[in-house]
């Protein structure tokens, strides 16, 4: 009689925020194809439970002391996550203790979000393997490793030097020290602070990374020579899987409109899930979309109805639509679309990639400042506008520049070449293909 192989469990840990538990449930698909049986452990907001018919066969857990969204809102990200890190512990180590008990539990390992390193100390306290997920970018995590060994005082007296804040970051041109995300994430001891917590590995044996070898090839061979333990880049992972649904509800009359429109016509606007740009701000932006003169299917979370009357009304005679939200990876693929203007979050970056869209950049803070830096720098397939700049002369500018220019065009042709390579690193022998398939072999050895 044959044999027949236990199917092991998968314990995911996700950060509750779209941009970070979107890729963490994809992981989580295409582990399940691969024979894994699926827990996802969830805080009390963002949860993806409550949509949990898109992820059949997945159990969700919830952490019984987790915080709210509320406390997101008063102490801002990194003050949140350091809270949740010392907060969490003892309740995640109640939900792996109870999930050992359940029947059939039987946990490979314990993927968590870089983030949440927490769940470091309750897998060394089960004697449980554990991998490091990150959802950001290769360069991202060499950021944070380099800012884990800066002293706040003196980097703060070093950037002050012209020549300092143009020193390349350890051979990793064109990386700058200038370029590494420390603006907007509150006071410079306490990031730092939260960076060496995220850079210790701890126990964990692997990390995961949802990007692509052709991307940043020279950030990986970084990692790998100082990480000490095996990395695995398999993104993108919504071209590794069937994308899960939206935390957010999705408005799929935009899919209609963009079917009226020329191909390549139609710049597409969608500044992320957490950003909220100031009323003036967004009439500025109206008022140069328009003057443009360029279709435009454009985000706005509060809709239509937080635009002034009369620009409400301007946008829709001048060939705009809004929605509150957008399925954006079935927009980036539609061939209407010929332009994305974004704040640069990596997931948004690595879809426009895929679907060969280039890119207007408006990044606000964080790993966005060093994604835009790379759309424009190094893979030539976008510029960068200044995020606290919006006035409707710049847009209008930035739109013609994008959509009309031989420049535009250039850049269009080479995002249709990563394109290519994008798709060729997820087929059968692709780089990320490849990466997937140890990973599932090493897991499978647990």
């Given at each position: 009689m044959e044999r027949r192989e236990a199917k092991r469990r998968i314990v995911l840990v996700p950060i509750p925020a779209q941009g970070h538990v979107t890729p963490m449930l994809q992981l989580g698909k295409a582990l399940y194809s691969k024979g894994f049986s699926i827990t996802v452990v969830e805080g009390h907001f963002n949860q993806v439970s409550s949509s949990s018919q898109h992820f059949p066969g997945f159990q969700f857990v919830t952490l019984k002391e987790s915080l709210p969204e509320s406390e997101f809102q008063r102490l801002g990200g990194i003050e949140f996550m350091i809270k949740l890190n010392k907060t969490s512990e003892a309740s995640f180590k109640d939900?792996?203790?109870q999930l050992l008990l359940q029947q059939g539990s039987d946990i490979a390992c314990i993927i968590y979000d870089e983030f949440m390193y927490f769940c470091g100390a309750a897998?060394?306290?089960?004697?449980?393997?554990?991998?490091?997920?990150?959802?950001?970018?290769a360069t991202n995590y060499?950021?944070?490793c380099v800012r884990s060994k800066l002293n706040a005082d003196k980097f703060l007296v070093d950037m002050e030097d012209p020549e300092m804040q143009e020193q390349v970051v350890e051979n990793l041109y064109p990386l700058r020290?200038?370029?590494?995300?420390t603006s907007g994430l509150g006071p410079l001891d306490r990031l730092?602070?939260?960076?060496?917590?995220?850079a210790n590995k701890r126990t964990a044996s692997a990390a995961i990374i949802n990007t692509v070898s052709c991307l940043e090839s020279s950030s990986l061979s970084w990692l790998e020579q100082n990480i000490g333990i095996p990395m695995y880049p398999i993104g993108p992972l919504h071209m590794t899987t069937f994308p899960p649904s939206s935390l957010l509800d999705e408005d799929r009359s935009c899919i209609e409109w963009l079917k009226k429109q020329k191909p390549r016509s139609v710049i597409y606007i969608s500044l992320g899930s957490i950003f909220d740009m100031g009323t003036k701000e967004v009439s500025e932006m109206a008022w140069g979309l328009c003057d443009g003169n360029q279709p435009f299917l454009w985000v706005i979370?509060?809709?239509?109805?937080?635009l002034p009357e009369e620009v409400s009304t301007m946008?829709?005679?001048?060939?705009?639509?809004?929605?509150?939200?957008?399925?954006?990876?079935?927009?980036?693929?539609?061939p209407a679309v010929g332009g994305f203007w974004s704040h640069c979050g990596w997931n948004s970056t690595l879809e426009s990639i895929a679907e060969g869209v280039p890119m207007i950049c408006m990044p606000f803070h964080g790993e966005q400042m060093l994604n835009a830096m790379y759309i424009e720098s190094v893979w030539r397939i976008g510029f960068q506008v200044e995020g606290s700049k919006v006035d409707r002369g710049e847009v209008e500018r930035a739109v013609k520049r994008l959509m009309m220019d031989d420049e535009g065009a250039g850049m269009q042709e080479r995002a249709l070449d990563l394109k290519e390579k994008l798709k060729a690193s997820v087929k059968s022998g692709g780089t990320?293909?490849?990466?997937?398939?140890?990973?599932?072999k090493y897991l499978k050895t647990m």
């Open positions: 939900c792996i203790a897998a060394k306290a089960f004697n449980l393997p554990s991998i490091i997920f990150t959802t950001t970018s060499v950021s944070r020290y200038k370029d590494l995300p730092f602070e939260f960076c060496r917590e995220v979370r509060d809709g239509s109805e937080s946008v829709s005679e001048r060939g705009g639509y809004i929605v509150k939200w957008a399925p954006q990876i079935e927009v980036l693929g539609h990320s293909y490849n990466a997937l398939d140890e990973l599932v």
